[in-house]
């Protein structure tokens, strides 16, 4: 199981990468695992401020779909087009090609409630 250390993880299944005032944002290897062949990555919240807990987006895989909620609050500024024709870079590649959108954070504060790797790993049973 892949967790990099200097990711920080919710409990829903997101990862983030924080640059500054700026957040990449994607699924962990573990919620790939899960869900299986995505097939499609649905985001139309491009330009939309969006809270904390929000949905922001959608993935689908072949035998599901299931909601992407936002980490911290803050504005989508940008979607990994990539994953319109290929989203099996999630499966793939989950912290790397396979991220999903990238945000403008609004409040930094909250970035101390995301879990840190061992944090995360406990919540997936590692």
């Known amino acids: ?14 990862w983030v990468k924080i640059e500054g005032e700026t957040a990449i944002i994607g699924i962990t290897d573990f919620a790939q695992g899960e869900l299986g ?12 401020t969006l809270e904390h807990d929000e ?5 689908e895989a072949v035998k599901t779909v299931s909601d992407l ?23 793939t590649d989950p912290y790397g090609e396979g991220w999903m959108i990238k945000i403008k954070i609004s409040d930094t504060s909250q970035i101390e409630n995301l879990l840190d790797a061992d944090a995360y790993k406990e919540v997936i049973g590692g």
Do not use: C, Q, R
């Open 69 to 91: 909620f936002m980490p911290l609050s803050g504005e989508v500024i940008e979607f990994n087009e990539a994953l319109e024709d290929a989203p099996e870079l999630v499966n």
């Open 1 to 14: 199981m892949n967790i990099p250390a200097d990711l920080k993880y919710t409990k829903e299944h997101e």
């Open 37 to 48: 062949d995505i097939v499609y990555v649905d985001v139309d919240t491009l330009d939309d």
């Open 55 to 59: 949905v922001f987006g959608s993935v």
